[in-house]
């Protein structure tokens, strides 16, 4: 018995303007939420928390230069070094300090 069961599919058209709907409700949504302030968009420094104690500043000095690194059989590369190294040296710091 052809006819039963299944609907036929909707046409392209008709799923694209499906999509459409659902994408302009989704930005109204968002709109609203920001204007009541219930989504809010904040710049990583206003998230940082404030320090019950001085902040401990941590202080590298960082020699940055070009030289040739020799790897061995005739194998060189230019590359940037730190501290005259590739890698450069390991920086150690603990939460909440400063860099």
Do not use: C
């Amino acid at each position: 018995m052809a006819g039963r069961g299944r609907s036929p599919a909707p046409r392209p058209h008709q799923r694209r303007r499906g999509q459409a709907l659902v994408e302009f409700a989704l930005l109204g949504l968002i709109l609203v939420l920001m204007l009541a302030g219930g989504l809010a968009i904040t710049s990583a420094a206003l998230l940082r928390k404030p320090a019950a104690r001085a902040e401990r500043v941590r202080t590298y000095d960082l020699t940055i230069q070009p030289a040739d690194i020799d790897y061995g059989g005739g194998n060189v590369w230019h590359a940037w070094t730190f501290n005259g190294t590739v890698p450069g040296p390991t920086i150690r710091v603990k939460v909440g300090e400063v860099l």
